[in-house]
């Protein structure tokens, strides 16, 4: 074939030089894809001129690519209508980050109307955006029928005002992955965010650096139970503390899918992680727990840390910033004999472990506990008389309450207790030690429990007033903790 190429030349320089174009000639769909890049960014400079703003060479660069990287741009309301524009009808942008731009009432219009006419954006990025109240619910609004499967809306001030749009948002089917880590999140009108969460289709969530305790913890464990689709969950640095704890270990009990949990710096305290690990150790799914920066003491590590490898199925435990002792190296070398495990800590100090008697007694100290058990039974008496709650617990009409009226009593209110939270109630009401309460204890500890609540309202009110002082205070070497006068430091 090239022979007979070769006969319709003149010479061989000529067909040499025939070859040599057809190598640099371009393909059609090469020019094709030119043509439409220079098309667009052509609009793109036509748009430019009609706004009256100057062409951003970054966005130029980017026109024609799936990835359009537009955070920390500042791009303010004009920027971002000529760059939406010019995308509108771009079906190649599959992901698009507008993180730090200054949105105005007219940017989020632009931008929800780009929303609802784009059908291939796949992964949108509003960090730092300030996307509440209002703004929030329309972009939500806008997502219903996009196909976003990736959005990250950290840093963006979404608080429990915005907690029925949160709700709609985690219902969307096509959602896969959502971030709302520092946020300002806590604890209230989460109830309808946990029915939301049991039927969601998210893979992965991120609710780290909020607020969210309490209650809040609590109804986000609940729907997390019935959720079938969530593989990871973020919850660090919140303040689970203990009834986030009792929380998550029912949600482990019952969940059978998630295969990461990161519960970093959640005032996660030895009776919070006794409580959790009732729940790990009837999970067989969980193989990643991060319980970095958590108040762990040294000593206790052995028995609690050392409980969570052997009872589960964890492959991977991350404990940064908290130290431990040989015995739980020790542990940890064992369980590696049979399976893999790999574990991250601070440092090794030759610190002896506590007995399970001598743990058992310390973790029941009333101040290891985020909220009074005493405390919680007050408010769960509110404005009625004591003989009245005395008779709404008593089911059976024994007149005496048990420890079973009593768990039922919390699980009726929908708040989950451990059987420490019931020791302490019975132990404080119980006055003659027979394990029940007849109505005269029941009265007696009522006058008790609002005597002690009045002292703790005083003493949180003159705490308060001092916080104004908080830099004489540091200067005069006063510990915020007692405010009481450090004598040797301040010599």
Known sequence: MERKECRLFRSDTAY???????????????LKKKSEKERRIQLYEENCR???????SRFSRQIGTSDVDMSNACLNNVELLTILNTIKFDHTVRHLDLSGSIMCAQSYKHLCKFLRNNCSLLILKLQNCFIQGEI?????????????EFLDLGNNGVNDNDCETLSILL????????YLNHNRLETRNFRQVGISLAQSRLEILDLSWNRIRLTGAIEIARGISRNTNLRSLNMSWNGFGFEG?????????????????????????????I????????????????????????SYTCFLLGNILKTSSIQELILKRIVVNNDFLDIVKNIQRTRHVHVEYDRCLPVPSL????????????????????????????????QDFFNKINRDGDDVLSYQEFRELFKKAGIPVSQLVLDKIIEFLDKNKDGNIDLSEFLDGDKRIKKI??????????????????????????DPQTYRLDIENSQ
């Open 16 to 30: 040499l030089l025939y070859l040599h174009q057809q190598k640099i000639q371009p393909n059609k769909e090469e």
């Open 50 to 56: 009609r706004n009256g703003v100057f062409r951003l």
């Open 136 to 148: 929030f619910h329309a972009v939500t609004a806008s997502l219903r029928s996009s196909k976003v």
């Open 171 to 178: 219902a969307m089917n096509t959602l896969k992955e959502l």
């Open 245 to 273: 704890c009792v929380a998550l270990s029912e949600m482990l009990e019952a969940n059978n899918v998630l295969t990461e949990l990161n519960l970093m710096n959640n005032r996660i305290h030895p009776p919070a992680l």
């Open 275 to 298: 409580a959790l690990i009732r729940g790990l150790s009837r999970n067989s799914v969980l193989k990643i727990l991060n319980l970095s920066m958590n108040p762990i003491p040294v």
């Open 355 to 386: 007995n399970q008697q001598t743990l058992s007694e310390e973790v029941r100290a009333p101040w290891l506990f985020n909220l009074d058990p005493l405390n919680l039974l007050f408010m769960l008496k509110e404005k009625n008389r004591a």
């Open 453 to 478: 609540a009045r002292g703790q309202a005083k003493e949180t009110a003159r705490r308060e007033s001092y916080t104004k002082y908080s830099r004489s205070f540091r200067k005069a070497k006063i």
